[in-house]
């Protein structure tokens, strides 16, 4: 998928996978919070470490998918 050629296009693809990577940490860190004790502060700062993830995986999903259709011409 990814052109030995193209470097914008790999940095992309690696920015992409870091966020997924990324997404799925804080999502397992939501699941293994305990449950709301103490105002829920832990669980508050997972679910905002996660909805972080999710930005940065759409962000850099949009950057990819725009490195890849001006390659394929679109």
């Given amino acids: 998928m990814t052109s030995r050629n193209d470097p914008l296009e790999a940095a992309a693809l690696e920015r ?6 990324a997404v799925h940490a804080a999502f397992d860190a939501t699941r293994s919070e305990p449950d709301l004790i103490e105002g829920g502060r832990p669980i508050a700062r997972s679910l905002e470490r996660l909805d972080a993830a999710l930005r940065e995986l759409e962000t ?3 950057s990819l998918d725009a ?3 001006r390659r394929a011409g679109h």
């Fill in 67 to 69: 490195i890849l259709s």
């Fill in 60 to 62: 850099s999903e949009r």
């Fill in 16 to 21: 992409f996978m870091r966020a997924t990577r």
